[in-house]
């Protein structure tokens, strides 16, 4: 039974950080990429992150490129994204996936990767 669990989110200044834990249980994490994506009201669903433990691979996209940081604890199967300097643009829902396949490459193109289970989400909201 695949499971992913988000926490971390809530509301920060502009300027601000948080950081995001995707807990993950019920297959070999060191097997596949897992990805952070992002949706905010009105908006397509994103991809903002990437660790592909094939290949060890890191992607971001454009947006938030130097601001953040994707990394893993091993020992806790827990995969995280470090967010600072935190914009208003950054508001969204958070959710971590992992990929149905393994293999190299599979962060190349987050927005078309194939998830298979998708955690429940959590909140973030950078606002003055």
């Known amino acids: 039974q695949v499971q992913l669990v988000e926490s971390g989110g809530g509301l920060v200044q502009p300027g601000g950080s948080l950081r995001l834990s995707c807990a993950t249980s019920?297959?070999?994490?060191?097997?596949?990429?897992i990805g952070w994506f992002r949706q905010a009201p009105g908006k397509e669903r994103e991809g903002v992150s990437c660790i592909n433990f094939s290949d060890g691979t890191t992607y971001y996209t454009d947006s938030v490129k130097g601001r953040f940081t994707i990394s893993r604890d091993n020992a806790k199967d827990t995969v995280y994204l470090q967010m600072n300097s935190l914009k208003p643009e950054d508001t969204a829902i958070y959710y971590c996936?992992?990929?149905?396949?393994?293999?190299?490459?599979?962060?190349?193109?987050?927005?078309?990767?194939?998830?298979?289970?998708w955690g429940q989400g959590t909140q973030v909201t950078v606002s003055s």
């Open positions: 996936a992992n990929s149905r396949g393994a293999g190299k490459r599979l962060c190349d193109d987050l927005n078309h990767l194939d998830m298979g289970s």
């Open positions: 019920g297959f070999t994490l060191g097997h596949y990429a």
